[in-house]
């Protein structure tokens, strides 16, 4: 079983950055694992925005390409997202998720079985 826990989300000016934070726990290691950052507004589906294999391969969705970064630490068990020129359309519940079989960098949200609580995002205009 694998716990996920989100932080660093919270309120930035339109162009401006932050960096989320994904620690895993519990009684194993994430380094063979896929993981992933998705959003979610109130009343729309939870989106994809970036994934990394275990390998390091990086995916991203198109509308955060050149601005965010996904990267990972094994020896922290911890997942990161830089996210920098921050738009009010990037203003979303932020979820971190795990896959512990395929290990690839998946765009569905199907392909993750371990999920954290989320954490806020909110860019100002």
């Known amino acids: 079983q694998v716990q996920l826990v989100e932080s660093g989300g919270g309120l930035v000016q339109a162009g401006g950055s932050l960096r989320l934070s994904c620690a895993a726990s519990?009684?194993?290691?994430?380094?063979?694992?896929?993981m992933a950052w998705f959003r979610q507004v109130p009343g729309k589906e939870r989106e994809f925005v970036a994934a990394?294999?275990?390998?390091?391969?990086?995916r991203y969705a198109d509308s955060v390409k050149g601005r965010f970064t996904i990267s990972r630490d094994n020896a922290k068990n911890t997942v990161y997202l830089q996210m920098s020129s921050l738009k009010p359309e990037d203003t979303a519940a932020y979820y971190c998720?795990?896959?512990?079989?395929?290990?690839?960098?998946?765009?569905?949200?199907?392909?993750?079985?371990?999920w954290g609580q989320g954490t806020q995002v909110t860019v100002s205009s």
């Open positions: 519990g009684r194993t290691f994430i380094s063979s694992y896929a």
């Open positions: 990394i294999s275990w390998s390091g391969v990086t």
């Open positions: 998720a795990a896959d512990s079989i395929r290990g690839y960098a998946g765009l569905a949200s199907t392909e993750y079985a371990y």
